[in-house]
């Protein structure tokens, strides 16, 4: 009734009974705020679900979360993988890769990965302000992997870094010389948070006299660039894939020389999938000799490594055939 009424805020009096009238609007505002609160958060006690994004892996029906399996073995994977990476920046690159997506189309990345891991929806709980209860959903990840992961999680993420550059190895390492014969060997040098990686040649590292004009000393990331696109380059041309389907077929008479070429079409859809050690393999797989001249790179390749490359690539069918 008093909304409906006039005041005269000109007057001492009409400001007074306005200001108690606005007081109590706001107390009472204030007052719904409060067992809102205390009603959501004693239903997060009880685990149940109460809204807003829903995580990747799970679906609401009648206001509960119930796991969507397409979904939860990407999660799954995620963990699993992380566990036996170590690093989220060469996990995201890979998913990214493999054109794993996040429930809104977007590629994975870093960021995603991060919130993913550190959700613990996935081991059926409910988090409200920090603190975790049981919630009424079934949990994605066994508290086992959980805390595998997390306990990595814990270790410095420099020292994380650290230890993905230490264990992925030089992609040329024991292939790359120079016009003289020389091997080049994988050195770094540090400078702040930044590596810069080298292959170095031995004539140089030991202070030796040498005769040679090529260069000593290159960029790593250069270098194993230029190689894996000539390997890419050399593997679509007629003359190579026709070297390969006869290797094969020595082995396998009944082979279709049409899925040996398919095959080796997708090897830059496979090179793109695959974490730098596995590409280091492939290299070393692929590729006999890269020798450094003041004329460029030389490769030769081992046709023998790309028969088996072509061999590891075909189809389930052809490798029983093989066998």
Not at 243 to 255: G, Q
Not at 299 to 321: C, F, N, T, W, Y
């Amino acid at each position: 009734m008093s909304i409906t009424q006039s005041f005269n805020t000109t007057t001492s009096m009409g400001r007074l009974t306005l200001n108690i009238l606005l007081s109590f609007a706001q107390f009472e505002r204030e007052v719904i705020g409060e067992r809102i609160r205390d009603k959501f958060a004693a239903s997060r006690k009880k685990g149940m679900w109460m809204g807003g994004f829903v995580p990747l892996g799970y679906r609401v029906e009648n206001r509960k979360l119930l796991i969507e399996e397409s979904e939860a073995a990407i999660v799954r994977m995620i963990f699993e993988r992380f566990v036996t990476i170590g690093s989220a920046t060469v996990l995201a690159k890979a998913l990214a890769a493999k054109e794993v997506r996040t429930r809104r189309g977007r590629l994975v990345d870093k960021g995603f990965l991060y919130k993913l891991i550190n959700n613990r929806v996935y081991i059926g709980e409910a988090v409200h302000k920090g603190t975790s209860y049981p919630g009424e959903h079934e949990a994605i990840i066994d508290r086992a992997l959980w805390d595998k992961v997390h306990a990595i999680l814990q270790t410095s993420p420099r020292l994380r870094a650290s230890n993905t550059r230490s264990q992925t190895p030089a992609m040329l390492k024991g292939l790359i010389f120079t016009e003289t014969g020389t091997a080049m060997t994988p050195t770094a040098t540090k400078k702040g948070s930044k590596l810069y990686r080298y292959y170095t040649s031995m004539d140089l590292i030991r202070n030796r006299v040498t005769d040679a004009a090529g260069p000593q000393r290159l960029p790593a990331g250069m270098v194993e660039d230029a190689v894996v696109g000539e390997i890419r380059r050399m593997i679509a041309t007629p003359e190579v894939r026709a070297r390969a389907i006869t290797a094969l077929k020595s082995d396998m008479p009944d082979i279709d020389g049409k899925s040996v070429i398919a095959a080796l079409g997708e090897f830059d859809a496979l090179w793109a999938s695959l974490f730098p050690a596995e590409q280091a393999r492939i290299v070393q797989l692929l590729v006999a000799r890269v020798t450094v001249g003041t004329a460029g790179l030389a490769i030769d390749l081992r046709h023998d490594g790309i028969k088996s490359l072509v061999r590891g690539m075909m189809a389930p069918q052809v490798m029983e055939a093989a066998e």
